[in-house]
T-cell receptor, first 114, second 118 residues
Framework: KAGVTQTPRYLIKTRGQQVTLSCSPI?????VSWYQQTPGQGLQFLFE???????NKGNFPGRFSGRQFSNSRSEMNVSTLELGDSALYLC?????????????FGNGTRLTVT | AQTVTQSQPEMSVQEAETVTLSCTYD???????LFWYKQPPSRQMILVIR??????QNATENRFSVNFQKAAKSFSLKISDSQLGDTAMYFC???????????????FGKGTLLTVNP
């Protein structure tokens, strides 16, 4: 069974631009979550989607948004990029409706903002 | 809100020896899950082991085992017979238990960088 796939692996953008990251979950998984990983703040939860609905959101500004499609694939968008948005963005999928379902992570997208 | 603390930023161990990574957490929840994930240089976060808080028995997965002390809110990871491939960043993580969307959110510690030396 294929794992969680994130594209692209690397992105370089300039301040003020916007960016879209993509995540394809494990087949059958309906929950997709996004995390930001930086050396200073560590791993921080961005948001989680289940069956196209955002169920939970972390403490990030409105520039960070996401969506989930009917096939459970998810995209994350960051508008008006700032230098501090440089990070590894990790996507994770799970069944989403089974209590102890663990999260399975992708390899991440490394975003660099210059 | 939950917090997870890993007090050891870095650790090293000789190949074939045993090492224990520490994790403490703070929560007012009674039902929850705890996880250890490893992140090698390839960046992918890999689940090592998980523990349901309602289970008194400590979880074990091959060379990996945990010491779960619910009253002390402690969740340490023991790696036996360490191998070079165990070199990675290890993260302790907390998840609330319950129905609905609130539980599919992991709170991570800052991580412990483990180096296994030959």
């Amino acid at each position: 069974k294929a794992g969680v796939t994130q594209t692209p692996r690397y992105l370089i953008k300039t301040r003020g631009q916007q960016v879209t990251l993509s995540c394809s979950p494990i087949s059958g998984h309906r929950s997709v979550s996004w995390y930001q990983q930086t050396p200073g703040q560590g791993l921080q939860f961005l948001f989680e989607y289940f069956s196209e609905t955002q169920r939970n959101k972390g403490n990030f500004p409105g520039r960070f948004s996401g969506r989930q499609f009917s096939n459970s694939r998810s995209e994350m968008n960051v508008s008006t990029l700032e230098l501090g948005d440089s990070a590894l963005y990790l996507c994770a999928s799970s069944w989403g409706d089974r209590g102890n379902s663990p999260l399975h992570f992708g390899n991440g997208t490394r975003l660099t903002v210059t | 809100a939950q917090t997870v603390t890993q007090s050891q930023p870095e650790m090293s161990v000789q190949e074939a020896e045993t090492v224990t990574l520490s994790c403490t957490y703070d929560t007012s929840e009674n039902n929850y899950y705890l996880f250890w994930y490893k992140q090698p240089p390839s960046r992918q976060m890999i689940l090592v082991i998980r523990q349901e808080a309602y289970k008194q028995q400590n979880a074990t997965e091959n060379r990996f085992s945990v010491n779960f002390q619910k009253a002390a809110k402690s969740f340490s990871l023991k790696i036996s017979d360490s191998q070079l491939g165990d070199t990675a960043m290890y993260f302790c993580a907390f998840m609330k238990q319950g129905s609905g969307g609130s539980n599919y959110k992991l709170t991570f510690g800052k991580g412990t960088l483990l180096t296994v030396n030959p």
